[in-house]
């Protein structure tokens, strides 16, 4: 969720890059396109918002600064992910196990059955 810094209504034109630059306003530069390189870079408007750490700080839709807490931690996610596979192979191996002894009991009933058709 994202939370407003300061409101200041600038207005976007087609073929611009907005940012917010190192000194905490808002800068454009023209996007690069098709083997074009982008063009030099230059002030909007003038914010002077002092940036915390931790945070990502971007132009919103109605043209104020705006800033959102990053999310940190890749690596625990690839733990999780790798417990989690853990867990499916563990839960694919029981249920092949109950189904080998589900085969085995029709095998033997089907063993008992043929010996007594040719008892009589």
């Known amino acids: 969720m994202a939370e407003k810094v300061a409101k200041l209504g600038v207005k976007r034109e087609d073929g611009y890059l907005y940012f917010i630059d190192k000194d905490g306003d808002v800068s454009r530069s ?3 396109r098709g083997g ?3 063009g030099k870079t230059s002030k909007v408007a003038k914010a ?3 940036k915390e750490s931790g ?4 132009l919103d839709k109605n043209g104020d600064i705006s800033r959102a807490k990053m999310s940190r931690g890749g ?5 999780a992910k790798k417990v989690a596979k853990k867990a499916k192979k563990a839960v694919k191996k029981v249920a092949k196990k109950a189904a080998k002894k589900v085969v ?3 095998a033997k009933k089907v063993v008992k059955k043929a010996k007594k058709a040719k008892k009589k």
Not at 55 to 58: A, D, G, R, T
Not at 75 to 79: D, G, M, N, T, V
């Open 30 to 32: 023209v996007m690069a």
């Open 36 to 38: 074009k390189k982008g």
């Open 48 to 50: 002077g918002v002092k």
């Open 55 to 58: 945070f990502l700080y971007f």
């Open 75 to 79: 690596q625990k996610r690839k733990k």
């Open 104 to 106: 085995k009991k029709a």
